[in-house]
C-alpha cells in the first residue's frame, strides 16, 4: 500500500524560505508522477507543483519562479524549496502520488 508522509512546515516571516520533503513508501516510486497540494483557510485544495516520473516539473501560476519541486528515486523522496514566500502561502501543505495516496499534510504559515 502507497503512503506518504510530509515533514519541514512551520512558521516563517514574509520573505523567509522553507523546505519541505515527503516520504514515499509501499510502491515503485520511480513510476508515479509526484506532487504538492495545498489547502488555504477557507478555501478550496489547489495544486502547487507536479512532478512526472521523469522529472519534469509543473507549477501554479503563484508559486512560479519562488518554489521548486524535486525529486530523488534513489532516496523515494521529494521536496518543495519555497522562497520568497507571503502571507497568501499560508496553507497546509499535501504530498500527493497522483492517484494513489495523500499525506496527513503538514501546516506553512506566513507570517511578522
Known amino acids: 500500500q502507497v503512503q506518504v508522509v510530509e515533514s519541514g512546515g512551520g512558521l516563517v516571516e514574509p520573505g523567509g524560505s522553507l523546505r519541505l520533503s515527503c516520504a514515499f513508501s509501499?510502491?515503485?516510486?520511480?513510476?508515479?508522477?509526484m506532487g504538492w497540494f495545498r489547502r488555504p483557510p477557507e478555501k478550496q485544495r489547489e495544486m502547487v507543483a507536479v512532478?512526472?516520473?521523469?522529472?519534469?516539473?509543473i507549477y501554479a501560476d503563484s508559486v512560479k519562479g519562488r518554489f521548486t519541486i524535486s525529486r530523488d528515486n534513489t532516496r523515494n523522496t521529494i521536496d518543495l524549496q519555497m522562497n520568497d514566500l507571503n502571507p497568501e502561502d499560508t496553507a497546509v501543505y499535501y504530498c500527493?502520488?497522483?492517484?494513489?495516496?495523500w499525506g496527513q499534510g503538514t501546516q506553512v504559515t506566513v507570517s511578522s
Open positions: 500527493n502520488a497522483l492517484g494513489a495516496a
Open positions: 509501499g510502491g515503485r516510486f520511480g513510476s508515479y508522477t
Open positions: 512532478i512526472s516520473s521523469l522529472g519534469h516539473p
